[in-house]
Each structure stands twice: as C-alpha cells, then as structure tokens.
Nanobody, 126 residues
C-alpha cells in the first residue's frame, strides 16, 4: 500500500513563496510518476503539477504554469512543489498524488493518479 505524507503548508501573504514536500513509501518510488493536486472550498480537486518517474518531464495546469515548480529526489523518496508568486486563489488543501497501478483515478497529461496523501493547508492572504 502506498503512503504519502505531505508537509510545508501554512499561511503566506500574496506574492510570497512556499515549498511543499511529500515523502512516499510502500512501493518503489523511483518507478512511478508523482503529482500535486489541490482542492479549494466548494470546488473539485484538481491536479496542478506532475512529474515523470525519472524527472525528465513535468506538466502543469495553466493556473500555476510559470509560478509553481515540481521536482523529485528519488534517493529520498520525496517529491516537492515550489510555489512562487502565490495569490489568494491558490488557497486550498494541497494533496500529494502517486501514479495508479491500473490506469484509473484522475487523469492528467497522460498520467493516472489514484493514491492521495492526507493534504496540507495552504492559505494565501491578500
């Protein structure tokens, strides 16, 4: 079973930065793509960034492109989300996501995610 534990959320002013981390366990981390999703109050969860198993390709939702950067360290079983130029609309619970074993779950740029962490709150004040 895959376990995902996020950290790094918090309260930040608009224009500020935060870095989220997610440590994974339960299967060979370096074999799977990883992602980050978020869910704002009253909205559906959306994937905002993804990275392939070896880090050679990254994908972003239009809403975060140019501001967020996803990266991974396979030696540490950890994926990161660097968030810059944060805006109040970025306020949400952020979830780490791991690639599905069975092509099921949430689809994003050719990848399927169906493992989720417990989430970490990010609040951006204006």
């Amino acid at each position: 079973q895959v376990q995902l534990v996020e950290s790094g959320g918090g309260l930040v002013q608009a224009g500020g930065s935060l870095r989220l981390s997610c440590e994974a366990s339960g299967r060979m981390f370096s074999s799977y793509s990883m992602g980050w999703a978020r869910q704002a109050p009253g909205k559906e969860r959306e994937v905002v960034a993804a990275i392939t198993w070896n880090g050679d390709r990254t994908f972003y939702a239009d809403s975060v492109k140019g501001r967020f950067t996803i990266s991974r360290d396979n030696a540490k079983n950890t994926v990161y989300l660097q968030m810059n130029s944060l805006m109040p609309d970025d306020t949400a619970v952020y979830y780490c996501a791991a690639e599905s074993d069975e092509y099921s779950g949430t689809y994003f740029y050719g990848l399927w995610f169906d493992y989720w962490g417990q989430g970490t709150q990010v609040t951006v004040s204006s």
